[in-house]
């Protein structure tokens, strides 16, 4: 007798087929991102265009590997890894509470909603001396920055997710002598995991956003900060190397939530 885990031969197949398939894409993404290097590159060295105004890859290793070198680079990532997660947490964490107040209340929606949509559409730079100084000049004005950025996009997705709910659910528990609150809980919470993971995964980059946004306003330190200065002062090499450094801890941040998004859809 067979196993329940046991499949035909043609569904094994086809397994195999879409096992095959992803480590094609990743050979293909690994392949492109080689082929790209190498062209910019050979750019460079040939002197297609001018080293100095696109740097290459061989002068932004030997960048980083001077910032390593002297310990400044992990002070400096260490800086803006800080900021980002603690404005990301405070973001996602507001905007989730806040959210539930909102599908709680439908008063206090119809009254919070059109200032959480104008928030939403304010350009967060043009805060920027108001909130130097509220809070200074330290990563304190950076960190409220990250929050600022993320917030209201944590509200508005999550806030769409609980609506989303399915109304028919909601009534068959009302309708069994269900609270408000069972009803959150049983239903409302479990339902909006998916749009949860979407809004950790958009809050990743607004989170990566508002803290660079902010170490350009006012900052010693920093990823943001190495590329100001490095603009400043017409050194390429090491803007290109920040903001490599910044697309790697982004991307690594952002596999964080994705491995996440594996574990919740499992259990």
């Known amino acids: 007798m067979k196993k329940q885990t046991d499949f035909s031969a043609e569904h094994a197949l086809y397994l195999k087929g879409l096992r095959k398939k992803s480590v094609l894409v990743q050979i293909a993404r690994a392949g492109l991102l080689i082929a790209l290097l190498g062209i910019w590159e050979l750019v460079a060295g040939l002197q297609l265009v001018d080293p100095f105004i696109i740097s290459s890859p061989s002068r932004i290793c030997k960048m980083i590997a001077e910032l390593a070198a002297d310990g400044s680079l992990f002070y400096h990532i260490g800086t803006t890894l800080w900021e980002t997660l603690a404005g990301f947490a405070i973001a996602v964490c507001v905007g989730t509470g806040v959210a539930l107040l909102l599908w709680w209340s439908e008063s206090v929606r119809r009254v919070l909603e059109p200032y959480i949509v104008v928030l939403n559409s304010l350009p967060k ?20 920055m990250t929050v600022l950025v993320g917030v209201i996009v944590a509200i508005m997705n999550m806030l769409g997710g609980f609506l989303s709910t399915d109304k028919n659910k909601i009534l068959l528990l009302e309708s ?11 239903l409302v919470l479990p339902s909006a995991i998916p749009q949860f993971i979407g809004m950790l995964k958009i809050c990743v980059g607004m989170a990566w956003i508002g803290s660079i946004m902010g170490e350009y306003i006012v900052s010693k330190a920093g990823l943001g900060y190495l590329i100001v200065y490095g603009g400043q002062v017409f050194r390429l090499d090491l803007v290109m190397a920040a903001t490599v450094i910044l697309c790697v801890l982004a991307a690594g941040m952002y596999a964080l939530v994705a491995l996440a998004e594996k574990w919740l859809v499992k259990k």
């Not at 730079?125 to 409220?144: K, M």
């Not at 069994?176 to 049983?186: E, N, R």
């Open 125 to 144: 730079i043009a805060l920027g001396p108001v909130i130097i100084i509220w809070f200074g000049t330290g990563s304190s004005a950076i960190v409220f």
């Open 176 to 186: 069994m002598g269900a609270t408000k609150f069972q009803i959150l809980t049983k």
